[in-house]
Protein backbone atom coordinates (compact mmCIF):
# COMPACT_ATOMS: atom_id res chain seq x y z
CA UNK A 1 0.00 0.00 0.00
CA UNK A 2 1.10 3.57 -0.59
CA UNK A 3 0.87 6.73 1.50
CA UNK A 4 -0.39 9.84 -0.27
CA UNK A 5 0.13 13.03 1.10
CA UNK A 6 -1.38 15.87 -0.05
CA UNK A 7 -2.13 19.56 0.10
CA UNK A 8 -5.36 21.00 0.52
CA UNK A 9 -6.91 24.62 -0.10
CA UNK A 10 -10.56 25.49 0.56
CA UNK A 11 -13.24 27.95 1.10
CA UNK A 12 -14.98 26.87 4.17
CA UNK A 13 -17.96 28.33 3.54
CA UNK A 14 -19.01 25.64 1.47
CA UNK A 15 -18.96 22.98 3.69
CA UNK A 16 -19.64 21.84 7.45
CA UNK A 17 -16.14 21.40 8.28
CA UNK A 18 -13.22 18.78 8.13
CA UNK A 19 -14.80 15.84 9.75
CA UNK A 20 -17.31 13.93 7.37
CA UNK A 21 -20.77 13.64 8.49
CA UNK A 22 -23.40 11.83 7.43
CA UNK A 23 -25.45 13.79 4.94
CA UNK A 24 -23.85 17.23 5.23
CA UNK A 25 -20.54 18.69 3.06
CA UNK A 26 -17.54 18.35 4.67
CA UNK A 27 -14.25 18.53 3.51
CA UNK A 28 -12.92 14.56 4.33
CA UNK A 29 -16.05 13.02 2.89
CA UNK A 30 -15.95 15.23 -0.34
CA UNK A 31 -12.20 14.04 -0.54
CA UNK A 32 -13.20 10.48 0.37
CA UNK A 33 -16.08 10.51 -2.33
CA UNK A 34 -13.48 11.75 -4.87
CA UNK A 35 -10.73 8.75 -3.87
CA UNK A 36 -13.71 6.48 -4.28
CA UNK A 37 -14.63 7.53 -7.69
CA UNK A 38 -10.39 7.42 -8.30
CA UNK A 39 -9.69 4.49 -7.45
CA UNK A 40 -12.56 2.75 -6.47
CA UNK A 41 -11.24 2.16 -3.31
CA UNK A 42 -13.46 3.37 0.44
CA UNK A 43 -10.81 5.70 2.55
CA UNK A 44 -11.53 8.19 4.97
CA UNK A 45 -8.15 10.60 4.37
CA UNK A 46 -6.42 11.43 7.70
CA UNK A 47 -5.94 15.32 8.26
CA UNK A 48 -3.54 17.32 10.03
CA UNK A 49 -6.71 18.54 12.21
CA UNK A 50 -10.22 18.82 12.13
CA UNK A 51 -11.32 22.55 10.43
CA UNK A 52 -14.80 23.88 11.91
CA UNK A 53 -17.71 24.94 9.55
CA UNK A 54 -16.38 28.05 7.90
CA UNK A 55 -13.01 27.64 8.76
CA UNK A 56 -10.47 28.31 5.52
CA UNK A 57 -7.77 26.02 4.85
CA UNK A 58 -4.52 27.48 1.87
CA UNK A 59 -2.29 24.14 2.98
CA UNK A 60 -3.92 21.61 5.24
CA UNK A 61 -2.29 18.76 4.84
CA UNK A 62 -4.00 15.01 4.89
CA UNK A 63 -3.25 11.96 3.72
CA UNK A 64 -4.54 8.39 2.27
CA UNK A 65 -3.42 4.71 1.70
CA UNK A 66 -4.35 3.12 -2.00
CA UNK A 67 -3.51 0.11 -3.49
CA UNK A 68 -3.70 1.82 -6.96
CA UNK A 69 -0.12 2.36 -9.20
CA UNK A 70 -1.70 5.24 -10.50
CA UNK A 71 0.66 7.97 -10.48
CA UNK A 72 1.45 11.10 -8.06
CA UNK A 73 0.70 13.81 -11.18
CA UNK A 74 -2.67 11.80 -12.27
CA UNK A 75 -4.00 11.85 -8.95
CA UNK A 76 -3.49 15.46 -8.33
CA UNK A 77 -5.03 15.88 -11.54
CA UNK A 78 -8.06 12.91 -10.94
CA UNK A 79 -8.86 14.73 -7.78
CA UNK A 80 -9.29 18.05 -8.96
CA UNK A 81 -11.32 17.28 -12.01
CA UNK A 82 -13.42 14.95 -9.36
CA UNK A 83 -13.25 17.43 -6.13
CA UNK A 84 -15.80 20.60 -5.90
CA UNK A 85 -14.07 23.80 -7.11
CA UNK A 86 -14.14 25.09 -3.69
CA UNK A 87 -11.92 22.37 -2.23
CA UNK A 88 -8.32 22.28 -4.59
CA UNK A 89 -5.22 19.81 -4.41
CA UNK A 90 -1.90 21.92 -4.56
CA UNK A 91 0.12 18.96 -3.97
CA UNK A 92 0.36 15.43 -3.87
CA UNK A 93 3.46 13.60 -2.91
CA UNK A 94 4.23 9.91 -1.97
CA UNK A 95 5.11 9.56 1.74
CA UNK A 96 7.05 7.30 3.99
CA UNK A 97 4.66 4.58 5.54
CA UNK A 98 4.69 6.05 9.00
CA UNK A 99 3.98 9.51 7.88
CA UNK A 100 0.47 10.68 9.60
CA UNK A 101 -0.88 14.18 9.14
CA UNK A 102 -1.58 14.83 12.82
CA UNK A 103 0.97 13.03 14.36
CA UNK A 104 3.88 13.83 12.59
CA UNK A 105 3.30 17.83 12.02
CA UNK A 106 5.78 19.76 13.80
CA UNK A 107 4.06 22.95 13.75
CA UNK A 108 1.20 24.79 11.98
CA UNK A 109 0.05 28.46 11.15
CA UNK A 110 -3.00 30.42 11.27
CA UNK A 111 -4.21 33.50 10.36
CA UNK A 112 -6.89 35.55 11.13
CA UNK A 113 -8.46 38.11 8.87
CA UNK A 114 -10.24 41.47 9.99
CA UNK A 115 -11.97 44.05 7.47
CA UNK A 116 -11.25 47.32 9.20
CA UNK A 117 -12.80 49.88 6.92
CA UNK A 118 -16.73 50.71 7.35
CA UNK A 119 -18.63 48.47 4.28
CA UNK A 120 -16.80 45.55 3.77
CA UNK A 121 -17.25 44.11 -0.36
CA UNK A 122 -19.09 41.44 -0.47
CA UNK A 123 -16.83 39.36 -2.56
CA UNK A 124 -14.49 39.12 1.03
CA UNK A 125 -17.92 38.69 3.08
CA UNK A 126 -17.21 34.75 3.49
CA UNK A 127 -13.27 35.69 3.75
CA UNK A 128 -12.81 37.99 6.67
CA UNK A 129 -14.57 39.14 9.53
CA UNK A 130 -15.51 42.34 9.47
CA UNK A 131 -14.55 44.58 12.29
CA UNK A 132 -14.98 48.64 11.36
CA UNK A 133 -14.99 49.62 14.77
CA UNK A 134 -12.13 51.39 17.01
CA UNK A 135 -9.28 49.11 18.04
CA UNK A 136 -5.85 50.06 19.60
CA UNK A 137 -3.70 48.34 17.43
CA UNK A 138 -0.70 49.02 19.43
CA UNK A 139 -2.08 47.13 22.71
CA UNK A 140 -3.41 44.22 20.55
CA UNK A 141 -0.32 43.39 20.10
CA UNK A 142 1.29 43.70 23.00
CA UNK A 143 -1.56 41.49 23.99
CA UNK A 144 -0.64 38.57 21.41
CA UNK A 145 3.14 38.51 22.14
CA UNK A 146 1.80 37.55 26.14
CA UNK A 147 1.05 34.24 24.11
CA UNK A 148 4.39 33.10 23.03
CA UNK A 149 6.12 30.32 24.46
CA UNK A 150 4.52 26.80 26.37
CA UNK A 151 1.49 27.84 27.99
CA UNK A 152 -1.72 25.29 29.69
CA UNK A 153 -4.33 26.96 26.97
CA UNK A 154 -7.40 25.88 28.60
CA UNK A 155 -8.54 29.36 28.96
CA UNK A 156 -8.77 29.25 25.18
CA UNK A 157 -10.16 25.71 24.49
CA UNK A 158 -13.72 25.24 23.45
CA UNK A 159 -16.62 25.79 26.06
CA UNK A 160 -17.00 22.36 28.16
CA UNK A 161 -19.85 20.52 26.26
CA UNK A 162 -17.95 20.88 22.64
CA UNK A 163 -14.51 19.49 24.44
CA UNK A 164 -16.46 17.22 26.55
CA UNK A 165 -17.57 15.86 23.26
CA UNK A 166 -14.33 15.83 21.77
CA UNK A 167 -12.64 13.80 24.69
CA UNK A 168 -15.52 11.24 24.49
CA UNK A 169 -14.38 11.01 20.73
CA UNK A 170 -10.78 11.06 20.86
CA UNK A 171 -11.35 8.07 23.56
CA UNK A 172 -13.45 6.26 21.13
CA UNK A 173 -11.18 6.52 18.30
CA UNK A 174 -7.59 5.16 18.30
CA UNK A 175 -6.55 7.61 16.20
CA UNK A 176 -6.54 10.48 18.56
CA UNK A 177 -4.39 11.26 21.16
CA UNK A 178 -6.07 11.99 24.71
CA UNK A 179 -6.33 15.84 25.08
CA UNK A 180 -3.74 17.56 26.74
CA UNK A 181 -3.89 21.54 27.15
CA UNK A 182 -0.03 22.24 26.98
CA UNK A 183 0.67 23.74 23.52
CA UNK A 184 4.05 25.56 22.61
CA UNK A 185 3.64 29.41 20.50
CA UNK A 186 6.51 29.63 18.05
CA UNK A 187 5.11 33.98 17.44
CA UNK A 188 1.96 35.55 17.56
CA UNK A 189 1.64 39.22 15.90
CA UNK A 190 -0.83 41.86 14.05
CA UNK A 191 0.05 42.78 11.13
CA UNK A 192 -1.43 45.19 8.30
CA UNK A 193 -2.53 44.25 5.12
CA UNK A 194 -4.08 47.74 3.15
CA UNK A 195 -7.47 47.58 5.01
CA UNK A 196 -7.31 44.23 6.76
CA UNK A 197 -5.71 43.32 10.33
CA UNK A 198 -4.26 40.15 9.97
CA UNK A 199 -3.22 37.96 13.35
CA UNK A 200 -1.14 35.33 12.30
CA UNK A 201 0.20 32.83 15.29
CA UNK A 202 2.59 29.43 14.65
CA UNK A 203 2.72 26.61 17.23
CA UNK A 204 3.17 23.44 17.80
CA UNK A 205 -0.84 22.75 17.86
CA UNK A 206 -3.77 24.12 18.59
CA UNK A 207 -6.96 23.39 20.96
CA UNK A 208 -10.17 23.25 19.59
CA UNK A 209 -11.38 26.94 19.02
CA UNK A 210 -8.50 28.05 20.22
CA UNK A 211 -7.10 30.36 17.48
CA UNK A 212 -10.96 32.19 17.31
CA UNK A 213 -10.96 32.60 21.82
CA UNK A 214 -7.17 34.15 21.64
CA UNK A 215 -8.94 36.20 18.52
CA UNK A 216 -11.97 36.61 21.00
CA UNK A 217 -9.48 38.06 23.93
CA UNK A 218 -7.38 40.34 21.48
CA UNK A 219 -10.12 41.99 20.48
CA UNK A 220 -11.73 43.07 24.31
CA UNK A 221 -7.53 44.38 24.73
CA UNK A 222 -8.08 46.76 21.44
CA UNK A 223 -11.50 48.24 22.14
CA UNK A 224 -9.88 48.55 25.87
CA UNK A 225 -12.72 46.76 27.63
CA UNK A 226 -9.48 44.59 29.12
CA UNK A 227 -6.01 45.68 29.77
CA UNK A 228 -3.49 43.65 27.45
CA UNK A 229 -1.33 42.05 30.41
CA UNK A 230 -4.91 40.60 31.49
CA UNK A 231 -3.77 38.20 29.22
CA UNK A 232 -1.33 36.66 31.71
CA UNK A 233 -4.20 36.31 34.25
CA UNK A 234 -6.59 34.10 31.89
CA UNK A 235 -3.68 31.77 30.64
CA UNK A 236 -2.54 31.45 34.65
CA UNK A 237 -6.54 30.46 35.08
CA UNK A 238 -6.81 27.88 32.82
CA UNK A 239 -10.45 27.90 32.94
CA UNK A 240 -12.84 29.04 29.68
CA UNK A 241 -14.99 31.17 31.98
CA UNK A 242 -12.38 33.17 33.20
CA UNK A 243 -11.76 34.45 29.50
CA UNK A 244 -14.39 37.09 29.04
CA UNK A 245 -13.89 37.38 25.26
CA UNK A 246 -15.93 35.96 22.43
CA UNK A 247 -15.22 33.00 20.10
CA UNK A 248 -14.56 35.15 17.00
CA UNK A 249 -16.65 34.32 13.98
CA UNK A 250 -15.15 31.32 11.63
CA UNK A 251 -14.98 32.91 8.43
CA UNK A 252 -11.81 34.88 8.99
CA UNK A 253 -9.86 32.12 9.71
CA UNK A 254 -7.57 30.53 7.81
CA UNK A 255 -5.36 27.07 8.11
CA UNK A 256 -2.16 28.77 6.09
CA UNK A 257 0.09 25.30 6.90
CA UNK A 258 1.55 22.66 8.43
CA UNK A 259 5.43 21.84 8.65
CA UNK A 260 6.66 18.32 8.97
CA UNK A 261 10.77 17.03 10.27
CA UNK B 1 -41.60 62.02 -2.67
CA UNK B 2 -37.87 61.68 -3.08
CA UNK B 3 -36.03 59.97 -5.90
CA UNK B 4 -33.30 57.96 -4.22
CA UNK B 5 -30.43 56.91 -6.20
CA UNK B 6 -27.90 53.67 -5.01
CA UNK B 7 -24.61 52.13 -6.38
CA UNK B 8 -24.60 48.80 -4.99
CA UNK B 9 -21.89 46.16 -5.20
CA UNK B 10 -22.60 42.59 -4.87
CA UNK B 11 -21.40 38.99 -5.53
CA UNK B 12 -23.98 37.48 -8.09
CA UNK B 13 -23.30 33.79 -6.82
CA UNK B 14 -25.58 33.84 -4.26
CA UNK B 15 -28.70 35.41 -6.30
CA UNK B 16 -31.37 34.28 -8.81
CA UNK B 17 -30.17 37.64 -10.73
CA UNK B 18 -31.29 40.92 -10.45
CA UNK B 19 -35.20 40.59 -11.32
CA UNK B 20 -37.42 40.06 -8.38
CA UNK B 21 -38.87 36.37 -8.46
CA UNK B 22 -41.60 35.08 -5.90
CA UNK B 23 -39.78 32.66 -3.77
CA UNK B 24 -36.03 33.16 -4.97
CA UNK B 25 -33.48 35.16 -3.59
CA UNK B 26 -32.67 37.78 -5.64
CA UNK B 27 -30.84 41.20 -5.80
CA UNK B 28 -34.07 43.38 -6.45
CA UNK B 29 -36.24 41.26 -4.09
CA UNK B 30 -33.71 41.78 -1.41
CA UNK B 31 -33.19 45.31 -2.07
CA UNK B 32 -36.97 45.78 -1.79
CA UNK B 33 -37.50 43.98 1.77
CA UNK B 34 -34.48 46.11 2.86
CA UNK B 35 -36.55 49.36 2.11
CA UNK B 36 -39.67 48.22 3.23
CA UNK B 37 -38.46 47.08 6.92
CA UNK B 38 -36.19 50.65 6.64
CA UNK B 39 -39.00 53.01 5.82
CA UNK B 40 -42.34 50.59 5.75
CA UNK B 41 -42.80 51.45 1.96
CA UNK B 42 -43.57 48.28 -0.42
CA UNK B 43 -41.43 49.43 -3.50
CA UNK B 44 -39.87 47.94 -6.89
CA UNK B 45 -36.28 49.31 -6.91
CA UNK B 46 -35.29 50.28 -10.76
CA UNK B 47 -32.02 49.20 -12.10
CA UNK B 48 -29.76 50.20 -14.76
CA UNK B 49 -30.44 46.66 -16.46
CA UNK B 50 -30.60 43.03 -15.08
CA UNK B 51 -27.59 40.80 -14.03
CA UNK B 52 -28.42 37.32 -14.83
CA UNK B 53 -27.86 34.83 -11.80
CA UNK B 54 -23.98 34.49 -11.07
CA UNK B 55 -23.02 37.57 -12.31
CA UNK B 56 -21.49 40.25 -10.64
CA UNK B 57 -21.90 43.89 -9.81
CA UNK B 58 -19.44 46.46 -8.41
CA UNK B 59 -20.83 49.27 -9.67
CA UNK B 60 -24.67 48.76 -10.65
CA UNK B 61 -27.01 51.72 -10.06
CA UNK B 62 -30.39 51.41 -8.79
CA UNK B 63 -33.05 53.72 -7.65
CA UNK B 64 -36.46 54.03 -5.58
CA UNK B 65 -39.03 56.23 -4.45
CA UNK B 66 -39.49 57.20 -0.49
CA UNK B 67 -41.86 59.82 1.63
CA UNK B 68 -39.56 58.87 4.39
CA UNK B 69 -37.42 62.15 5.58
CA UNK B 70 -34.72 59.37 6.38
CA UNK B 71 -31.17 61.77 5.56
CA UNK B 72 -28.97 59.94 2.83
CA UNK B 73 -26.20 58.84 4.84
CA UNK B 74 -28.95 57.26 7.39
CA UNK B 75 -30.20 55.15 4.43
CA UNK B 76 -26.72 54.05 3.75
CA UNK B 77 -26.23 52.15 7.40
CA UNK B 78 -30.08 51.62 7.68
CA UNK B 79 -29.21 49.38 4.20
CA UNK B 80 -26.71 48.44 5.10
CA UNK B 81 -27.79 46.74 8.10
CA UNK B 82 -30.59 45.12 6.20
CA UNK B 83 -29.31 43.45 3.55
CA UNK B 84 -27.00 40.24 3.43
CA UNK B 85 -23.36 41.22 3.29
CA UNK B 86 -23.61 39.60 0.08
CA UNK B 87 -25.31 43.15 -1.22
CA UNK B 88 -23.67 46.33 -0.12
CA UNK B 89 -24.34 50.09 -0.80
CA UNK B 90 -21.36 52.24 -1.82
CA UNK B 91 -23.42 55.27 -2.17
CA UNK B 92 -26.67 57.07 -2.00
CA UNK B 93 -27.95 60.28 -3.23
CA UNK B 94 -30.78 62.11 -4.09
CA UNK B 95 -31.70 62.53 -7.57
CA UNK B 96 -34.15 64.74 -9.42
CA UNK B 97 -37.24 63.22 -10.00
CA UNK B 98 -36.95 62.51 -13.74
CA UNK B 99 -33.69 60.63 -13.25
CA UNK B 100 -34.47 56.91 -14.13
CA UNK B 101 -31.11 54.22 -13.75
CA UNK B 102 -31.48 52.56 -17.06
CA UNK B 103 -32.90 55.47 -19.22
CA UNK B 104 -30.64 58.12 -18.07
CA UNK B 105 -27.72 55.80 -18.49
CA UNK B 106 -25.05 57.19 -21.04
CA UNK B 107 -22.79 53.94 -20.68
CA UNK B 108 -21.95 50.80 -18.90
CA UNK B 109 -18.75 49.37 -18.57
CA UNK B 110 -18.41 45.54 -17.91
CA UNK B 111 -15.65 43.50 -17.00
CA UNK B 112 -15.10 39.55 -17.62
CA UNK B 113 -12.24 37.42 -15.30
CA UNK B 114 -10.56 34.43 -16.63
CA UNK B 115 -8.14 32.56 -14.52
CA UNK B 116 -5.38 31.38 -16.40
CA UNK B 117 -3.13 28.77 -14.04
CA UNK B 118 -3.75 25.47 -14.15
CA UNK B 119 -5.86 25.34 -10.41
CA UNK B 120 -7.63 28.06 -9.89
CA UNK B 121 -7.69 29.06 -6.18
CA UNK B 122 -10.62 28.18 -4.48
CA UNK B 123 -11.67 31.46 -2.42
CA UNK B 124 -11.71 32.90 -6.72
CA UNK B 125 -14.08 29.50 -7.97
CA UNK B 126 -17.07 31.97 -7.71
CA UNK B 127 -15.76 35.20 -8.81
CA UNK B 128 -13.49 34.06 -12.32
CA UNK B 129 -14.40 31.70 -15.24
CA UNK B 130 -11.27 29.20 -14.68
CA UNK B 131 -9.55 28.68 -18.65
CA UNK B 132 -6.11 26.90 -17.91
CA UNK B 133 -5.70 25.87 -21.79
CA UNK B 134 -3.25 27.71 -24.54
CA UNK B 135 -4.95 30.66 -25.62
CA UNK B 136 -3.30 33.59 -28.40
CA UNK B 137 -4.23 36.52 -26.39
CA UNK B 138 -2.70 38.86 -29.14
CA UNK B 139 -5.48 37.39 -31.57
CA UNK B 140 -7.94 37.47 -28.96
CA UNK B 141 -7.36 41.32 -28.74
CA UNK B 142 -7.26 42.04 -32.48
CA UNK B 143 -10.93 40.41 -32.12
CA UNK B 144 -12.30 42.37 -29.30
CA UNK B 145 -11.16 45.37 -31.38
CA UNK B 146 -13.20 44.86 -34.47
CA UNK B 147 -16.55 45.15 -32.09
CA UNK B 148 -15.83 48.86 -31.08
CA UNK B 149 -18.10 51.33 -32.86
CA UNK B 150 -21.88 50.79 -33.85
CA UNK B 151 -23.24 47.74 -34.59
CA UNK B 152 -26.33 45.22 -34.56
CA UNK B 153 -25.44 42.63 -32.23
CA UNK B 154 -28.48 40.62 -33.08
CA UNK B 155 -25.63 37.38 -33.47
CA UNK B 156 -24.61 38.33 -29.42
CA UNK B 157 -27.83 38.31 -28.07
CA UNK B 158 -29.49 35.94 -26.38
CA UNK B 159 -30.90 32.84 -28.11
CA UNK B 160 -34.45 33.21 -29.51
CA UNK B 161 -36.49 31.51 -26.32
CA UNK B 162 -35.10 33.92 -24.07
CA UNK B 163 -34.85 37.14 -26.17
CA UNK B 164 -39.04 36.45 -27.50
CA UNK B 165 -39.31 36.14 -23.79
CA UNK B 166 -37.59 39.26 -23.00
CA UNK B 167 -39.56 41.23 -25.75
CA UNK B 168 -43.04 39.82 -24.72
CA UNK B 169 -42.04 40.85 -20.90
CA UNK B 170 -41.17 44.40 -22.30
CA UNK B 171 -44.31 44.63 -24.20
CA UNK B 172 -46.02 44.39 -20.96
CA UNK B 173 -44.29 46.76 -19.25
CA UNK B 174 -44.71 50.14 -19.62
CA UNK B 175 -40.86 50.74 -18.06
CA UNK B 176 -38.82 48.61 -20.71
CA UNK B 177 -38.14 50.05 -24.22
CA UNK B 178 -38.70 47.85 -27.44
CA UNK B 179 -35.55 45.91 -27.90
CA UNK B 180 -33.36 47.15 -30.76
CA UNK B 181 -29.95 45.73 -30.92
CA UNK B 182 -28.06 48.13 -32.47
CA UNK B 183 -25.62 49.34 -29.74
CA UNK B 184 -22.39 51.56 -29.60
CA UNK B 185 -19.50 49.90 -28.08
CA UNK B 186 -16.89 52.71 -27.17
CA UNK B 187 -13.89 50.27 -25.61
CA UNK B 188 -13.12 46.77 -26.18
CA UNK B 189 -9.87 45.28 -25.17
CA UNK B 190 -8.15 42.67 -22.96
CA UNK B 191 -5.52 43.14 -20.76
CA UNK B 192 -3.68 41.25 -18.31
CA UNK B 193 -3.24 41.24 -14.56
CA UNK B 194 -0.84 38.50 -12.65
CA UNK B 195 -2.72 35.10 -13.38
CA UNK B 196 -5.55 36.60 -14.96
CA UNK B 197 -6.82 37.73 -18.58
CA UNK B 198 -9.26 40.11 -18.62
CA UNK B 199 -12.08 41.37 -20.83
CA UNK B 200 -13.27 45.14 -20.50
CA UNK B 201 -16.01 46.55 -22.29
CA UNK B 202 -17.56 50.01 -22.58
CA UNK B 203 -20.55 50.85 -24.35
CA UNK B 204 -24.20 52.67 -24.51
CA UNK B 205 -26.17 49.38 -23.99
CA UNK B 206 -25.91 46.05 -23.87
CA UNK B 207 -28.22 43.42 -24.81
CA UNK B 208 -28.92 40.20 -23.12
CA UNK B 209 -26.27 38.05 -22.66
CA UNK B 210 -24.30 40.06 -25.05
CA UNK B 211 -20.95 40.27 -22.90
CA UNK B 212 -20.81 36.59 -22.21
CA UNK B 213 -21.38 35.93 -26.19
CA UNK B 214 -18.57 37.78 -27.14
CA UNK B 215 -16.24 36.05 -24.90
CA UNK B 216 -18.07 33.15 -25.92
CA UNK B 217 -16.43 33.93 -29.53
CA UNK B 218 -13.23 35.98 -28.19
CA UNK B 219 -12.45 31.90 -26.61
CA UNK B 220 -12.73 30.65 -30.19
CA UNK B 221 -10.70 33.56 -31.20
CA UNK B 222 -7.76 32.42 -29.10
CA UNK B 223 -8.32 28.77 -29.34
CA UNK B 224 -7.34 28.78 -33.21
CA UNK B 225 -10.90 27.97 -34.37
CA UNK B 226 -12.27 30.95 -35.79
CA UNK B 227 -10.25 33.54 -37.38
CA UNK B 228 -10.41 37.04 -35.67
CA UNK B 229 -11.63 38.93 -38.96
CA UNK B 230 -14.44 36.42 -38.62
CA UNK B 231 -16.01 38.61 -35.72
CA UNK B 232 -17.45 41.08 -38.55
CA UNK B 233 -19.15 38.58 -40.83
CA UNK B 234 -20.75 37.21 -37.76
CA UNK B 235 -21.88 40.64 -36.78
CA UNK B 236 -23.02 41.49 -40.35
CA UNK B 237 -25.08 38.20 -40.08
CA UNK B 238 -27.32 39.50 -37.02
CA UNK B 239 -27.96 35.96 -36.36
CA UNK B 240 -27.24 34.18 -33.43
CA UNK B 241 -26.86 30.86 -35.24
CA UNK B 242 -24.29 32.34 -37.34
CA UNK B 243 -22.25 32.71 -34.11
CA UNK B 244 -20.60 29.90 -33.20
CA UNK B 245 -19.34 30.97 -29.97
CA UNK B 246 -20.70 29.51 -26.57
CA UNK B 247 -21.89 31.64 -23.68
CA UNK B 248 -19.57 32.08 -21.58
CA UNK B 249 -20.14 31.40 -18.04
CA UNK B 250 -21.64 33.74 -15.50
CA UNK B 251 -19.01 33.74 -12.85
CA UNK B 252 -16.60 35.97 -14.86
CA UNK B 253 -18.65 38.25 -15.35
CA UNK B 254 -19.05 41.94 -13.55
CA UNK B 255 -21.33 45.27 -14.35
CA UNK B 256 -18.01 47.84 -13.20
CA UNK B 257 -19.49 51.01 -13.48
CA UNK B 258 -22.79 52.89 -15.03
CA UNK B 259 -22.20 56.66 -16.56
CA UNK B 260 -25.16 59.43 -16.22
CA UNK B 261 -25.03 62.70 -18.34
Not at 119 to 130: G, K, N, Q, S, T
Not at 185 to 207: D, K, M, P, Q
Not at 215 to 241: H, I, N, P, W, Y
Request: proline residues 6%; charged residues 20%.
Amino acid sequence: MRNIKLVLAYDGGDFNGWQVQPGLPTIQGSLAEAILRMSGEQVLPRGSGRTDAGVHALGQVASFTTGSPIPVPNILVALNDLLPASIRVLEVQEAPAEFHPRRSARAKTYRYRMYREAICPPFLARYVCHHPYALEEGAMQEAARLVVGEHDFTSFAAVDAERAERMRQAQENADEDAPNNVRRIFSSAFSREAAELIYTVRGNGFLHHMVRNLVGLFLLVGKGTVAADEVRRVLQARDRSANPGATAPASGLYLVSVEYG
